[in-house]
């Protein structure tokens, strides 16, 4: 939902891992740059922040820049995240899962036919959720890591460094585990590329990510009875769960998860 806010905030986002090891000193976005940037991604709309967004630092504890750089990192990776979520209810709402079982002897198409994509995350079981969120947890860690970051030759985000830069797996592999693949770019695809493509492919990469966020909201708004045009006749499953908790009654053994769910129509969502 951030991300949503922030569009106005958008710039060229991540590049491809940087093979250098020498830090560049930091130059921080301004103001100027976002309204210059904000032109390239839609001419037509321009520069259009009416909650002020990242103009102003007061009663913050960052510095103005530093805030542009968070709020312009949080808005390409919940594109990115968006990204992925709208092909992923597109692929589990037409029931395509693999063929193999999870742990306990759960069939992935078992939890395929539990309904549409929130009723089927309802249907993993719990040890699943957690390792789902686990995994997330250790990918945010190592994204935030000064000490990995440096390793790629790069800065915090707020710090001058590049907003939507993921780092490379290379110090885990050097000290822990041989890695086969990283997590942006895996197969190098944009390694190669010219300065002026690698640019467009990046303003292209953040107009789809704002795209793809609006998708989602409306996937999810459509399944939960909502009028949405242009889905209400595609036919998206309905869903009767709280589609913003990220556990439901089936994990009511987990700490607070009953007392979360007894809240749910009594908080005004």
């Not at 939902?1 to 991540?14: E, H, I, K, T, V």
């Not at 820049?65 to 990204?83: N, S, T, W």
């Not at 890591?145 to 050097?174: C, E, I, W």
């Not at 949405?228 to 499953?237: F, R």
Request: overall charge negative.
């Amino acid at each position: 939902m951030l991300a949503l806010l922030n569009q106005p905030l958008a710039f060229a986002g991540a590049a491809a891992p940087i093979a250098s090891r020498v830090s560049a000193s930091p130059v921080m976005e301004t103001v100027d740059d976002l309204k210059t940037l904000a032109g390239k991604l839609n001419p037509v709309v321009g520069y259009w922040n009416p909650l002020s967004l990242g103009e102003s630092s007061i009663g913050s504890a960052y510095s103005l820049d530093a805030a542009i750089g968070y709020l312009r990192h949080a808005e390409i990776k919940h594109g990115r995240v968006a990204m992925a979520a709208f092909v992923g209810f597109i692929v589990q709402s037409n029931g395509i899962c693999f063929p193999w079982d999870i742990a306990g002897g759960i069939s992935h198409a078992s939890i395929s036919a539990a309904g549409g994509p929130a009723a089927q995350w309802d249907a993993v079981p719990t040890a699943g959720k957690l390792q789902i969120f686990g995994l997330i947890f250790l990918l945010e860690l190592w994204g935030e890591g000064s000490t990995v970051l440096a390793g790629d030759g790069q800065k915090h985000y707020m710090s001058g460094g590049k907003p939507g830069y993921y780092p490379t797996f290379d110090l885990f592999r050097n000290t822990v585990h041989p890695l086969p693949l990283n997590l942006w770019d895996p197969v190098g695809f944009t390694k190669n590329l010219s300065a002026e493509r690698k640019e467009k492919a990046l303003l292209a990469e953040i107009n789809n990510g704002r795209l793809a966020q609006i998708g989602i909201m409306g996937f999810m708004a459509a399944s939960k009875g909502l009028i949405v045009p242009g889905l209400d006749a595609v036919g998206i499953t309905p869903y009767a769960g709280e589609i913003m908790a990220p556990f439901s009654a089936s994990d009511s053994a987990l700490p607070y998860v009953s007392e979360m769910l007894g809240k749910v129509g009594t908080l005004g969502y």
